[in-house]
C-alpha cells in the first residue's frame, strides 16, 4: 500500500473525508495543501529529502483569493509534479466531468485514475486508491460512461487557439497573424471565421462573447 500521500484540496470538509479513506487505508503519512504552489512545494521539498510522496490526489479547481499563485489549477500542478516525478501516483478527485476535460487529462498521459465527486465519490476514491496499488488505473462509473460516448465533443488546437485568442481581445486579423505565428493550421480568417461560426452552433451561442463564456465555464479556455 502506499505509504506517503499528498492531498491537493481547498475544502476543509473534503480534506477531512479523503483524511477518512487514507486513515481506513492504514497510510500513515499524509499531508494537505490548500493551494497548488504549497503542494508543488511539499512534493519539492519531499523529493530533495529523497522522501517523495507515492501518491497525489488532487481536485482541479481551486478557488482564487487574496494570494498570487504561479500554479492556478489542478491540472497544472498535476503536469508540473509528473513532469518531475514521471513515477508519481495520480488521482484526480473532481466534480468536474465534462468529456473534452476527462478526455485530455487521460490523453496527456498524467493521470492513473479519475474520481468524480458525487454521492458514491468516496467509496469510488477508496476503490481507485486499491487499484492503483495493484498497478491498475480507474475511472468512476460515471467517468467511464463519459468516455465510451461515441459523441463526445473533443476540441482541437485550432479551435482552443481561435477562442482564446478571441476572449483575449484579438480580433480576426490578429488571430490569423498569431496563428501563422505558431503554424497552427488553418489560419486564414476565412477559415476562422467559419469556425467560429460552427462553434457557436455547436455550443448554442447566440454570439462570440456568448460562446466565450460557455467554454469558460466548461474549462475548455
Given at each position: ?177 498569431e496563428l501563422k505565428s505558431q503554424n497552427i493550421k488553418p489560419s486564414s480568417k476565412s477559415a476562422i471565421e467559419k469556425r467560429l461560426k460552427e462553434l457557436r452552433e455547436e455550443f448554442s451561442a447566440n454570439t462570440n462573447p456568448h460562446l466565450i463564456g460557455i467554454m ?6
Amino acid at each position: 500500500m502506499f505509504k506517503k500521500v499528498l492531498v491537493a484540496e481547498d475544502m476543509d470538509s473534503i480534506n477531512h473525508a479523503v483524511a477518512s479513506i487514507l486513515n481506513e487505508l492504514n497510510i500513515a503519512e499524509v499531508a494537505h495543501a490548500q493551494y497548488c504552489d504549497k503542494a508543488w512545494l511539499l512534493a519539492k521539498k519531499a523529493a530533495q529529502d529523497h522522501k517523495p510522496f507515492d501518491l497525489l490526489i488532487c481536485d482541479l479547481s481551486f478557488k482564487q483569493d487574496h494570494r498570487e499563485e504561479k500554479l492556478k489549477s489542478g491540472k497544472e500542478l498535476i503536469a508540473a509534479l509528473k513532469s518531475e516525478d514521471p513515477g508519481l501516483k495520480i488521482i484526480v478527485n473532481s466534480i468536474e466531468d465534462h468529456p473534452q476535460m476527462v478526455k485530455d487529462l487521460w490523453e496527456s498521459g498524467n493521470i492513473d485514475a479519475y474520481v468524480c465527486k458525487d454521492r458514491h465519490g468516496l467509496i469510488e476514491l477508496k476503490e481507485a486508491i486499491l487499484h492503483l496499488n495493484n498497478g491498475e488505473t480507474y475511472n468512476s462509473p460515471s467517468i467511464e460512461k463519459i468516455l465510451k460516448q461515441n459523441n463526445v465533443l473533443t476540441l482541437n488546437d485550432f479551435e482552443i487557439s481561435i477562442v482564446t485568442h478571441l476572449a483575449n481581445g484579438f480580433t480576426q486579423d490578429q488571430i490569423e497573424q498569431e496563428l501563422k505565428s505558431q503554424n497552427i493550421k488553418p489560419s486564414s480568417k476565412s477559415a476562422i471565421e467559419k469556425r467560429l461560426k460552427e462553434l457557436r452552433e455547436e455550443f448554442s451561442a447566440n454570439t462570440n462573447p456568448h460562446l466565450i463564456g460557455i467554454m469558460k465555464d466548461l474549462k475548455l479556455i
